[in-house]
C-alpha cells in the first residue's frame, strides 16, 4: 500500500542554522510533491509545490529538493527564526487521482531562540 | 480574492447524534472541493472529495457522508456519531486543475464526542 513517512520525532534547531525535514514515500509515483505548514488548532497553510520532473524549488527560505529515484523530498528552512515553529506536512498527489492529496503525519518543528 | 469558510469552530456532540459540518467557498467557480479528518498528533485523512456538484467519492468506509448541494457549498453529515467519529475535521479546496495548485484549506471543526 502507499505509504508517506516523515520524522515522527521532533527536530529541535538553534535560531539561525537551517532546519532539514525529510519526506520519503513508498509504492506511489506521484506527479507533484508538496509542503504546508500547520500551527496548534489550524488549518495546513501551503508552501510550496514541486513536480516530479523538477529536482528543487525555492521561495525566500525554504529550499524543497524532490529526488523520485530515492523516493525522497527534503524542506529546508535556512536562517530558522522562533517563528517558524510549527509541524510541516509533505503530501503528494498522482496524475489521475482527481487532485486529491495525500498527507504524511506531519514532522514537529522548534526553533529554539 | 478568495476564501473558505468553515462552521462550527468546535462542537460537542453525544453519541447516536446526527453531525452536520458546512464548508462554503467564495471568490471561485467550480472548485474541488475535499474533507479531512484529523486525530490528535497525526495526518490529515481524506475522508471524501468531489470534482463537481453532486459528485462524491468516498475514500474511507464509515459512519459519514458528503454532499455538494450546489457549487461551492460542501457538507458533511453522519446520522448517528461514533466515539471514533472525535477528531479534527478540515474542509479544502483548490482548482480544478488541482494537481498543480496547492489547497486552500478551511480553520477547522474540532468535533469530540461525548
Known amino acids: 500500500s502507499q505509504k508517506i513517512e516523515q520524522n515522527s520525532e521532533a527536530l529541535n534547531i538553534q535560531e539561525g542554522k537551517t532546519a532539514t525535514l525529510t519526506c520519503n514515500y513508498t509504492n506511489y509515483s506521484p506527479a507533484y510533491l508538496q509542503w504546508y505548514r500547520q500551527d496548534p488548532g489550524r488549518g495546513p497553510v501551503f508552501l510550496l509545490l514541486?513536480?516530479?520532473?523538477?529536482k528543487e524549488k525555492r521561495k525566500e527560505r525554504l529550499k524543497v529538493t524532490f529526488d523520485t529515484t530515492l523516493k525522497q523530498s527534503l524542506f529546508h528552512i535556512t536562517a530558522s527564526q522562533p517563528a517558524d515553529s510549527a509541524t510541516y506536512l509533505c503530501?503528494?498527489?498522482?496524475?489521475?487521482?482527481?487532485?486529491?492529496?495525500?498527507f504524511g503525519q506531519g514532522t514537529e518543528l522548534s526553533v529554539k531562540p | 480574492s478568495q476564501t473558505i469558510h468553515q462552521w462550527p469552530a468546535t462542537l460537542v456532540q453525544p453519541v447516536g447524534s446526527p453531525l452536520s459540518l458546512e464548508c462554503t467557498v467564495e471568490?471561485?467557480?467550480?472548485?474541488?472541493l475535499y474533507w479531512y479528518r484529523q486525530a490528535a498528533g497525526r495526518g490529515l485523512q481524506l475522508l471524501f472529495y468531489?470534482?463537481?456538484?453532486?459528485?462524491i467519492s468516498s475514500e474511507v468506509p464509515q459512519n459519514l457522508s458528503a454532499s455538494r448541494p450546489q457549487d461551492r457549498q460542501f457538507i458533511l453529515s453522519s446520522k448517528k456519531l461514533l466515539l471514533s467519529d472525535s477528531g479534527f475535521y478540515l474542509c479544502?479546496?483548490?482548482?480544478?486543475?488541482?494537481?498543480?495548485?496547492?489547497?486552500?484549506f478551511g480553520s477547522g471543526t474540532r468535533l469530540t464526542v461525548v
Open positions: 514541486i513536480r516530479e520532473n523538477e
Open positions: 468531489s470534482v463537481g456538484i453532486g459528485q
Open positions: 503530501a503528494l498527489s498522482h496524475y489521475n487521482q482527481g487532485g486529491k492529496l495525500i
Open positions: 479544502a479546496w483548490t482548482i480544478v486543475q488541482g494537481l498543480s495548485y496547492g489547497y486552500t
Open positions: 471568490g471561485t467557480s467550480n472548485p474541488n
